[in-house]
Nanobody
Framework: QVQLVESGGGLVQPGGSLKLSCTASGGTLNSYNIGWFRQAPGKEREGVSAIASSDDSTYYIKSVEGRFTISRDSAKNTVYLQMNSLKPEDTAVYYC?????????????????YGQGTQVIVSS
């Protein structure tokens, strides 16, 4: 079982950008579907985006579509989440996870294994 490590979070002003990274120890991410999830203070964790292992096809929830981009660099064993035009409501701890299951609403998403998370704060 791979262990996931997220990085790249921080404090950014509304309208700004951040790029999150998800790397793995103990194995390669290339054979996994990978998802990004987030949990805002006082709220349930929700799915944000996913990328398939077979063809790198991508999926986004509506609230981030057009602003976030998920991508994979197989040579670096890393999955990224580029976040642009950030809004205060994007503030959350962001997690990457293996083999996400996309169910119903974003809060219905599930996954097999999560990293420890990286904090993103969008505030002026």
């Amino acid at each position: 079982q791979v262990q996931l490590v997220e990085s790249g979070g921080g404090l950014v002003q509304p309208g700004g950008s951040l790029k999150l990274s998800c790397t793995a120890s103990g194995g390669t991410l290339n054979s996994y579907n990978i998802g990004w999830f987030r949990q805002a203070p006082g709220k349930e964790r929700e799915g944000v985006s996913a990328i398939a292992s077979s063809d790198d096809s991508t999926y986004y929830i509506k609230s981030v579509e057009g602003r976030f981009t998920i991508s994979r660099d197989s040579a670096k064993n890393t999955v990224y989440l580029q976040m642009n035009s950030l809004k205060p409501e994007d503030t959350a701890v962001y997690y990457c996870a293996t083999d996400p299951v996309i169910n119903g609403t974003p809060r219905d998403w599930d996954a097999d294994s999560y990293g420890q998370g990286t904090q993103v704060i969008v505030s002026s």
